[in-house]
């Protein structure tokens, strides 16, 4: 991976963190996610979501439920704490201060 899509990575990372904090009981679904990442200056495919969903939870970051095509994901405390930037997780932006 260039370093380049590995800094678009980390930033894909903390955004989906971000939404899924703001979501109510820290969960949202893919679609839901891939959609707003364009809209944070993030653009990345539904399968590259999937790719940084799969990534957080073999992370411990995130939990997800599958039905068929659907995947419904949540947040961990891990993750919530990530999104906050009470904690650093290597290979994910932490967020600036005061944001």
């Known amino acids: 991976m260039s370093d380049y899509n590995a800094l678009v990575s980390e930033h894909a990372r903390i955004a989906i ?20 990442l364009p809209r944070l200056g993030i653009s990345h495919t539904r ?5 940084e969903i799969t990534w957080m939870k073999e992370q411990g970051l995130v939990e997800t439920e599958t039905s068929g095509d659907f995947m419904i994901v949540t947040a961990t405390t891990r993750g919530v704490e990530v999104a906050q930037g009470i904690v ?3 290979g994910i932006q932490r967020p600036r201060a005061g944001s």
């Open 17 to 36: 963190l971000r939404v899924l904090e703001d979501a109510p009981r820290y969960t949202s679904n893919v679609s839901i996610l891939a959609s707003a």
């Open 47 to 51: 399968d590259q979501v999937v790719t």
């Open 88 to 90: 650093k997780h290597p």
